[in-house]
């Protein structure tokens, strides 16, 4: 007989943040929810830190109210985020009532999955939001960030997710952000937790498709038992990105394992989001192919487009390959975190310092937190002449407890902080949007009655090449007509035509 | 014991067909050679139909004087080319003493292995070729072209490829072309195979990537017992080419299977190619992505871009869709022949004209003949009203003898006619090159001494896109000194200087 193969769909959520800086607007999604509704999905997931951050940022969107819209659109479908553990959707620990709350209004407002995570794999991170997911009785999917280092062994693995079990998760999910989950050590792995955990225990798997090598991971973690893994419609996939939907169900063909997808919406999906696509082209990730020197720097796909478009604003575009060389380094030197929001962003930030200023002559100071423990516990040593010098520069002890262990009650104080703001509507709501961006939320909440912005364009409008110069025509006499000019442009010459305005 | 897995490397010949319509000059090829012949590759394939073809038609290469380069810059490598069988390099049948004289001068001039296949998967069409390569004392493939179809079973490929290895066939090859072999179907295949023509045959497996499935099926393969499979260096694959060489290699670890490449030498390779590719830019395929309608339309990679290529010429490039989806229809008629060239191009282009001018309204005298019977014979019956239409419009009989056996010698007269044109050479090659493409030798053969054209462009010099005219300025008076303005481009005001041109 053969098994169905659960799909989480992830084009709501991580394939547009893996492949256009998670830009896409509301609008440009509700077309496509009710095929997604009804094209026999596991979960479809929606909501996460950079696509609460982008709505606020860059969409004068509400991501609450994206929520709510997504429950009505979506009435017969698991919603499902992602958590960072105490971290929320926020880059810094929460104190536990904040996660009390921040849970329960993503639970009544309609979210039904949580996949919590903590970015080391530290497991005193995740307890409070698991324990609010249950209360909420909601579904809590306990997950390992996957990473390779000489201490990422099966066992360790295992040993978490044993951890995670005992607390109570409804589910597992391993979470290969960087496309570093191999077939062999895929099929390993999921064999070795459902035979410590039960074959009862659902595990979900999670992979990005940038080496190139990850669907076939997929292949072998189903031949090992895992129950549901994470795609994205083909039009919105690969890169950075996830392997297509269509394709995971059409490799099944015969193997003794199936999907229940509906091809003829899946078809449809894809349609819609590949005419979205071209409008967000000036997002769009400038990897389309695989990239299987991650096999060495091991940055996750939505952070790559990230880094490279940093790099570029600070005018060191030609840098890049420099900063992934150095990422693993840093990586030792803190004890080998998984590299994952924050962890990805704060390993890569200190790469970047290290390659513009020297190594380590200038410490972030997210990477001396992370040095001296702040963020929890990594599985390896941290390196300690650079915690010495996290210590000296930000004359913090070092710590060993529960981060957030260390946090006084916040939630009143974000509370009267967030009223306080101009277009603040008082609801619980609007004070976690506050706590998540305290710097971002008191402008959204001042805009947000002008409504959303969508950032796609019309690529039919977009500047035509130039035509070349008419020769001659030039600097005959007063310009009354169109006429060619050269134009230095940081240092680059350029004929271009000029006309009166 | 870890078993080695051989790789054909496909850079040089069916990777730039399939991504950039065979336009890559010899010499963006060079810089890398040293590097594809060190890094390990069982072959290189670098010879074919299309190759021969766009040297002479686009590049004024000599085809012949490409080979004997690779030779030299390949001295540790075996050279693979493609081979039509009875077709040679060309689109029909040649009489058996053109095939003789082709295989021979092949091979003098330095290839070692002929991958020889039949579009119909017709025995009696490789039977000539298959023998002068044995003569010749080089490596005889005998390919079976894959295809799905109510007919095309397992046992029916088994017999097709016992039937090759009876004939003498150094090894075979399972040669997928769209894409549209399956992982499951890939294991019973190459299991079946080695189980009925024996463990010491080696079975090759070329896949397309452009359904996104077949690195799982070359894995399946490789399990099944496969030997060796082919890929493309990462930098110029997937979309309609073929999955990525790094890929392959990173894959197989740890699963009891390992290639022995060169990873260093690999990244070089693609690295040169992703500073080649660039250039190319006006001949790339516009999919980037996996197509999986390919499942029900199945042309292959190839042939897409072509036929993309065509249809916009002929200003119907919305029409793409309409022929995907008659082509299955055009497929049943012709008794299900696999799609590969001709094979696919003769039922790609009925299919444009069932579409453009409705069905049958008109044949091509390609697929008439293919009706008639004079490709060779088909697996499924054809259908025999269109069978009557081809008889009647084209005033020919039916034929069920192999197709060649109705040709008279011919080599004597393709040579006088050769010798006649101008800037021929007299060498056989040269008689040779005129009898695949006597439609384009005779200007080749004439414009040869002005030597090679590179298409590649290179991007910096691309028209930069026209700012928005300079508000207020403009207009103003003569421009005769550099001024200083500031340019509103895409919304973002940027200071340039003015010179006039």
Chains 1, 2 share one sequence.
């Not at 698991?78 to 904040?98: I, K, S």
Request: hydrophobic share 40%; glycine share 8%.
């Amino acid at each position: 007989m053969s098994k169905k193969i659960d799909v989480t769909e992830l084009i709501l959520r991580d394939a547009h943040q893996s492949l256009m800086a998670t830009r896409m607007a509301m609008e440009d999604m509700v077309p496509a929810c009710e095929n997604i509704d009804k094209a026999g999905y596991w979960s479809v997931e929606c909501w996460g830190g950079a696509t609460f951050d982008s709505c606020i940022r860059f969409l004068n969107e509400d991501p609450w109210e994206r929520l709510r819209q997504f429950r009505k659109l979506l009435p017969n479908s698991r919603l499902q985020m992602l958590l960072r553990g105490q971290n929320l959707l926020g880059y810094r620990h929460y104190e536990d009532t904040v996660v009390d709350h921040f849970v329960e209004k993503a639970a009544s407002n309609g979210m039904d999955v949580f996949r919590v995570f903590d970015a080391l794999n530290d497991i005193r991170n995740v307890r409070r939001s698991v324990q609010a997911v249950k209360r909420a009785g909601k579904h809590a999917q306990g997950t390992i960030c996957y990473t390779v280092s000489p201490l990422h062994t099966v066992p360790a693995f295992v040993e978490f997710a044993e951890q995670l079990v005992e607390m109570g998760c409804d589910s597992l999910c391993i979470k290969d952000m960087a496309a570093l989950l191999k077939p062999q050590p895929a099929y390993e792995l999921v064999k070795a937790i459902k035979a410590a955990c039960g074959k009862e225990m659902r595990v979900h798997v999670h992979v990005h498709a940038t080496t190139g090598v990850t669907l076939v991971s997929l292949m072998k973690a189903i031949e090992a038992g895992a129950d549901c893994v994470d795609t994205a419609i083909s039009s919105l996939s690969l890169g950075p990105g996830h392997n297509p939907t269509e394709s995971l169900a059409e490799m099944l063909q015969g193997t003794g394992y199936h999907t229940e997808l509906d091809k003829e919406r899946l078809r449809k999906i894809k349609e819609h989001f590949a005419g979205v696509r071209p409008r967000y082209k000036e997002f769009l990730s400038d990897i389309t192919g695989v990239e299987t020197d991650i096999f060495d720097s091991q940055i996750p796909g939505g952070m790559i487009s990230n880094m490279e478009s940093q790099l570029k604003q600070q005018g060191a575009g030609d840098k890049l390959k420099a900063v992934l060389e150095e990422v693993p380094n840093v990586r030792k030197v803190a004890g080998y975190p998984p590299l994952v929001t924050p962890s990805s962003q704060i390993v890569g930030t200190q790469a970047v310092f290290n390659v513009m200023m020297g190594d380590y002559k200038v410490l972030t100071g997210e990477f001396a937190d992370l040095m001296l423990g702040y963020y929890g516990t990594t599985i390896g040593p941290r390196d300690q002449k650079i915690v010495e010098l996290a210590a000296n520069q930000t004359k913090k002890d070092r710590i060993t407890c529960r981060p957030a262990d260390t946090l006084k009650p916040e939630w009143e104080g974000l509370r009267s902080m967030a009223l306080a703001l101009k277009g603040c509507d008082g609801s619980d709501e609007d004070v976690l949007t506050y706590a998540m961006f305290p710097q971002v939320a008191p402008k959204f909440f001042s805009t947000r009655h002008e409504g959303s912005k969508n950032l796609g364009k019309d690529p039919s409008k977009a500047p035509a090449p130039a035509p070349a110069p008419a020769s001659g025509d030039a600097g005959k006499g007063p310009v009354q007509t169109t006429v060619a000019y050269e134009i230095k442009l940081n240092g680059k010459t350029t004929k271009v035509t000029v006309s009166p305005a």
